[in-house]
């Protein structure tokens, strides 16, 4: 499965500029479904439409930095959309859902990510029937505007109809971001027909009503009335998102500043992260060849291809190499400019997205820090995203000279303590220390010091520090001990493990949501042969096993 797209080739989406409004149009092609076995009527979708999509969203961010609107709506009569599609899910094995649903999620939250920190304002123009997973990406947006012409509704199905959950987002949503009263949340989310008209308004599902005679108008206006709010630079030239440059083989991938090395036999993939090699320059004249940007974009295609191309590689051991000062310059060259530059504040939180896509990805996540490493500052949020961090106390295992100075460190900077936090809020520093704010104080004031190996196990920064003699049997032991265990206990201690704290909407639809809808998708009540989600649409109903459990 590959997730590079371009406007130019979208099937199931159109993208139109115009000045500080972008209108993102779903007309699905029926046949455009990524496998056969299912047409993709009513505007339903599956990954496919999801992953145009999010190359659109990027692309709103980093091409189009006058765009201060971006409205969502349907190109089709009477529909907005009918959500994921139903054929697509009943066929599709655990796994391949699963995936399906997080990286729909995680489109969403980047366009309220948008919405906060870019003055990027989604807006939905609900044209139709608006179902299910239609209308989660409705509730993704900050405003919603529902045709009023007496049919058309907005339903979460779900429940109802296949057995199953709104899984990618829908039910927090509704509470959470729209604050509906939880009573008509529960009427709600169990009417196969929906809500239409005032009710939908009164009840908080949507903002506004629009004849549809007005609609287009109306849209429109409330689309310029939101740009005024932005800050966006009206007049800003964008950066072309050129191509990747990828290498794939049997063995691996290769980009510029990411490899992957696959091990079938162990179960695990090797991830090694490239420092810069030059000093930082002006990101507005390098562009999408800008190291913390290029490095984003390829870490960000890597995650998502081993998610969905490699399930049974389990364990990936994150490895960096480069110069830890360079990485520092090319941090700095970010932070110090992110409040008042568009483009550095698109780096900046793409980098931080990424990163909250490595936190939610069920793989065992192991870092280790070596000689000639550069887990520093946005890099040592890598290691501090992984579930242990081991580093080597001692010379490279190559050498046998044990007074060489080549030795691991590790830095910690500014980007640890605040502009990248994980879907609770905290950041990895908070979450590894939560509520131990002495430490937390005690470590800021390391910020910009190499820190030892000694130093780093009393900072409590990292799992353990073996010495040069015993390194590879130690980890060899450790990634052993991982292949030997449960990935579905695996899965669900990491993500515990991971998240500590408050609850947020993040964390609720990537934990509590997602946790309970991967349940249900292999309860026989879903997703047996005479389950709800098998036979929807044949006419038959669905059998129950009626005892809760």
């Known amino acids: ?7 130019d080739s979208y099937r199931h989406w159109r993208l139109r500029v115009d000045g500080p409004l972008a209108w993102l149009v779903l007309d699905v092609d029926e046949q455009g479904g990524l496998v056969p076995g299912y047409e993709l009527k009513l505007n339903s979708y599956d990954l496919g439409v999801d992953i145009e999509l999010y190359d659109a969203v990027q692309r709103l961010r980093f091409e ?15 529909v907005f959309c009918a959500g994921a599609n139903i054929r697509m899910l009943a066929g599709s094995p655990h796994e391949w859902k699963v995936n399906f649903c997080k990286f729909t999620n995680e489109t969403r939250n980047g366009m309220e990510d948008a919405t906060e920190f870019s003055g990027q304002t989604y807006l939905a123009a609900v044209n ?18 529902l045709v009023d012409d007496n049919s058309s509704t907005v339903a979460l199905p779900e429940v109802p109809l296949l057995g199953v959950l709104p899984g990618t987002g829908g039910l927090t949503r509704v509470v959470d971001k729209r604050r509906v009263r939880k009573d008509r949340a529960d009427v709600f989310a169990t009417r196969s027909d929906g809500v239409k008209g005032r009710t939908a308004v009164d009840w908080g599902l949507v903002d506004e009503l629009a004849p549809r005679r007005e609609f287009t108008e109306t849209v429109t206006r409330r689309a310029e009335e939101l740009a005024e709010r932005s800050t966006r630079p009206p007049d800003a030239a964008g950066i072309e998102l050129t191509p990747l440059r990828r290498e794939e083989t049997p063995e691996g991938l290769e980009y510029e500043h990411v490899s992957a090395r696959y091990d079938r036999g162990a179960g695990t993939v090797e991830l090694t992260v490239c420092g810069p090699s030059a000093e930082p320059g002006d990101p507005h004249e390098r562009g ?13 295609d890597v995650i998502l291809r081993l998610r969905t191309n490699e399930p049974e590689l389990g364990t990936w051991v994150l490895r960096t190499a480069g110069d830890p000062e360079l990485v520092l310059r090319h941090e ?11 483009l550095r504040n698109e780096i900046l939180h793409y980098y931080k997205r990424t990163l909250k896509r490595l936190d939610v990805t069920s793989r065992s996540l192991i870092a280790l820090i070596e000689p000639g490493s550069c887990f520093a500052g946005v890099l040592l949020e890598l290691a501090l995203a992984c579930d242990r961090q081991y580093m080597l106390d001692g010379p490279p295992p190559q050498i046998e000279d044990e007074d060489s100075d080549e030795r691991a460190s590790i830095t910690l900077s500014d980007a640890n303590f605040g502009p990248l936090p994980m879907g609770n809020g905290l950041t990895r520093l908070e979450s590894r220390f939560y509520r131990e704010d002495d430490h937390l104080a005690w470590l800021a004031k390391e910020r910009g010091r190499a820190l030892a190996p000694a130093d780093a196990v009393e ?8 010495d040069d003699i015993d390194w590879d ?18 899965t669900g201690m990491e993500a515990n493990h991971r998240f500590v704290g408050p609850e947020t909407i993040e964390t609720k639809v ?40």
Request: contains cysteine; aromatic residues 8%.
């Open 1 to 7: 499965m590959s997730f590079d797209r371009h406007p």
């Open 473 to 490: 049997d130690e980890i060899r032991l450790v990634i052993e001990g991982r292949r030997g265990l449960s990935p579905d206990a695996l």
């Open 64 to 78: 189009h930095p006058g765009v201060r609107t971006v409205v969502v709506t349907s190109g089709k009569d009477n």
């Open 288 to 300: 999408a060849a800008f190291w913390l940007l290029a490095l984003t974009r390829e870490l960000d």
């Open 128 to 145: 139709g029937a608006c179902a299910g997973g239609g209308y989660e990406l409705a509730l993704a947006c900050e405003h919603i505007v």
């Open 510 to 549: 990537f934990g509590r949501l997602s946790a309970w809808q991967n349940w249900i998708f292999n309860r026989p009540n879903a997703a047996g042969e005479q389950g709800a989600l098998r036979r929807y649409g044949t006419g038959q109903r669905a059998v129950f096993d009626r005892k809760r459990v």
């Open 459 to 466: 900072l409590g920064l990292v799992t353990d520090a073996p």
């Open 332 to 342: 700095a060259a970010v932070l110090d400019g992110a409040a008042g530059d568009w």
